[in-house]
């Protein structure tokens, strides 16, 4: 089942953070950007995956993905501590990463609480807003599949 992650957070404002913020969208293409795509191109579960920063105000990591949501959450948790620690210290509301690190719970309740529902209705998950799919049900496998054919 295809799923939207809308990870929208609230980014501290105090001089030390921002300078946090300007320094990872410095570094961005240059390594944490590679970390991400090494990390879900070997998921072979995320269609598409971006990180935006609205106005130094707020922090997006917005994806469409396969499978179920909680493992999904645990696989950023397991694969990229680093990335997430980097982005959730910057973050307006959310638990110091020392606790998030030591609960896969409580980073995929976080994770959740961030997450925001699109606007309709998903047919197939009364939860989820709307998500067009011009695949409509096809996973990433599928459509590696189909496409070496």
């Known amino acids: 089942m295809l799923h939207a992650l809308n990870m929208t957070m609230p ?3 105090d001089a030390q ?7 990872l969208k410095a570094n961005f293409a240059n390594g944490i950007q590679q970390a991400i795509a090494e990390a879900l191109a070997g998921s072979e579960i995320v269609h598409f995956a971006r990180v935006l920063v609205i106005g130094n ?3 997006q990591v917005l994806t469409e993905f396969d499978g179920d949501k ?3 959450a645990v696989f950023f948790f397991r694969q990229l501590p680093a990335v997430f620690k980097a982005i959730f210290e910057l973050v307006e509301g959310a638990p110091s990463w020392d606790k ?3 609960s896969e719970d409580l980073f ?3 994770a959740g609480k961030f997450n925001l529902r699109a606007l309709g209705t998903k047919y197939d998950d009364p939860d989820a807003g709307w998500l067009f799919s011009a695949f409509g049900t096809k996973t990433v496998k599928d459509i590696k599949e189909a496409l070496a054919k």
């Open 11 to 13: 980014l501290k404002q």
């Open 70 to 72: 909680h493992e999904y």
């Open 17 to 23: 953070s921002q300078q946090k913020l300007e320094a």
């Open 108 to 110: 995929v309740e976080t």
């Open 57 to 59: 105000k707020y922090i």
């Open 100 to 102: 998030l690190e030591a």
